[in-house]
Structure formats: C-alpha cells, structure tokens
C-alpha cells in the first residue's frame, strides 16, 4: 500500500492549490480516503474525507472553499482549496483505510487510524 502526494507550494491569501494523492495496492472505491493537516505546536487535523460509502466531510473552517474528489479510474484523490487563508497553511497528509474508522478520526473523534498515510506535502499560505 502506497500514498503519493503532491501538490502543496506557496500561494498568497486568496490562491488556489490542488492537492491530489495518487494509491497503489489497494482500490480507493469502498476504502475511506481523506486529507489531514498539521502544523507544528497543533495537533494533526481532518480537512476532508470520504467515507467508504461515499459520504463526504469538510471540517467547519474549510467548508465552502476546499472540495474533495476521487478519480477511481486513476486510483487518486484530490483536493481543490480555493480562496486559501494563512490558517491553512500547514503539512498535509493524505490517509486511508479499508474501514470507516478513518472518517471518524478525520471528524476528530479519538479512534485509532487510518492505517495507511502518505508522505505530507507543505502548503504555504503568505503575503
């Protein structure tokens, strides 16, 4: 099992990014996929994921301007942030897991997982 992502870079407050997180070993249809963020002195965040039966979550502070797809065909996940504010800067990891306690810890809830990250790719948002 295998995350790659990419996509992070510097971008004034108002630019847009595109993350994306590309899977191998497994199918992302039926598992959970989601992106998580941290910065340094906070704890690892959910941003946004999809559930293993396709529900989708956005925390509060993002809802509006990041949208989470999949691409099934390509076997990669992404993420489209809009209208990016400096409080979004940070290391963001994409996850997965082959069971929905992934989207409960992407909520915030204190569950183990998921099992599988990728490698984290920096976004920094500054004027």
């Known amino acids: 099992v295998q995350l790659q992502a990419f996509g992070g870079g510097f971008v004034q407050p108002g630019g847009s990014l595109r993350l994306s997180c590309v899977a191998s070993g497994f199918p992302l249809d039926g598992h959970f996929i989601g992106w998580f963020r941290q910065v340094p002195g906070k704890e690892r965040e959910g941003v946004s994921c999809?559930?293993?039966?396709?529900?989708?979550y956005y925390r509060d502070s993002v809802t509006g301007r990041f949208t989470i797809s999949r691409d099934i065909a390509k076997n990669t996940v992404y993420l489209q942030m809009n209208d990016l504010k400096p409080e979004d800067t940070g290391v963001y990891y994409c996850?997965?897991?082959?069971?929905?306690?992934?989207?409960?810890?992407?909520?915030?809830?204190?569950?183990?997982?998921?099992?599988?990250w990728g490698q984290g790719t920096l976004v920094t948002v500054s004027s």
């Open positions: 996850a997965a897991d082959p069971d929905f306690k992934g989207f409960y810890a992407c909520k915030g809830y204190a569950v183990a997982g998921p099992d599988y």
């Open positions: 999809i559930n293993t039966d396709s529900d989708t």
